[in-house]
């Protein structure tokens, strides 16, 4: 069974700094590419990164600079930096499985407020 | 990036109705078009891939249609379960990206 788990969301004031994990089991995790794709409350859905199993990135222009996403294929995780944080940072941010996304975590609020 | 627009935006329907959800892409996307239903407080569920494609488990109500720029969701005859937010997605570009959603809504 495909199982997500992400952890290291929580409350950082603007400008700080927090990085994410995601932990993968039940499928061959080097094998796809891994997504972070993060809801606005009450918004829609943006994917901010992924990163395929070779190591290839792509972030979206919001975040482009300020946040990195990174993996290790020999503890099955992928990751992201998010550095110099604002308000507009604040969502729910999902790991998910493949770039068409039938796993998904159940997500890590982060909030950026002081 | 390639820009999805979704409409309606919110559609106010009723048990057993027929609804059809419409997704444009700012350029031809081939046949790389998923769509997605997510409810209050859970992650999105993949419902169909591939423009057309039903993912294991999901119900023969929902279909979807379309090619190059413009893709269709349909549902046949709505059910209780089926009031969420859907979003079609496209994975033609290095960076996925969503429509920005479409509420059904009880009448």
């Known amino acids: 069974e495909v199982q997500l788990l992400e952890s290291g969301g929580g409350l950082v004031q603007p400008g700080g700094s927090l990085r994410l994990s995601c932990a993968a089991s039940?499928?061959?995790?080097?094998?796809?590419?891994m997504n972070w794709v993060r809801q606005t409350p009450g918004k829609g859905l943006e994917c901010v990164s992924s990163?395929?199993?070779?190591?290839?990135?792509h972030y979206a222009e919001s975040v482009k600079g300020r946040f990195t996403i990174s993996r290790d294929n020999s503890k099955n995780m992928v990751f992201l930096q998010m550095n110099s944080l604002r308000a507009e940072d604040t969502a729910v941010y999902f790991c998910?499985?493949?770039?068409?996304?039938?796993?998904w975590g159940q997500g890590t609020l982060v909030t950026v407020s002081s | 990036d390639i820009q999805l627009t979704q409409s309606p935006s919110s559609l106010s329907t009723s048990v057993g109705d027929r609804v059809t959800i419409t997704c444009r892409a700012s350029q031809p996307i081939s046949k790389y078009l998923n769509w997605y239903q997510q409810k209050p407080g859970k992650a999105p569920k993949l419902l169909i891939y591939a423009v057309s494609s039903l993912q294991s488990g999901v119900p023969l109500r929902f279909s979807g249609s379309g090619s190059g720029t413009d893709f269709n969701f349909t549902i046949s005859s709505l059910q209780p379960e089926d009031f969420a937010i859907y979003y079609c997605q496209q994975t033609y570009s290095s960076l996925i990206t969503f429509g920005q959603g479409t509420r059904l809504e009880i009448k």
């Open positions: 039940g499928f061959i995790f080097s094998s796809f590419t």
């Open positions: 990163i395929s199993g070779s190591g290839s990135t």
């Open positions: 998910a499985k493949d770039r068409s996304s039938a796993h």
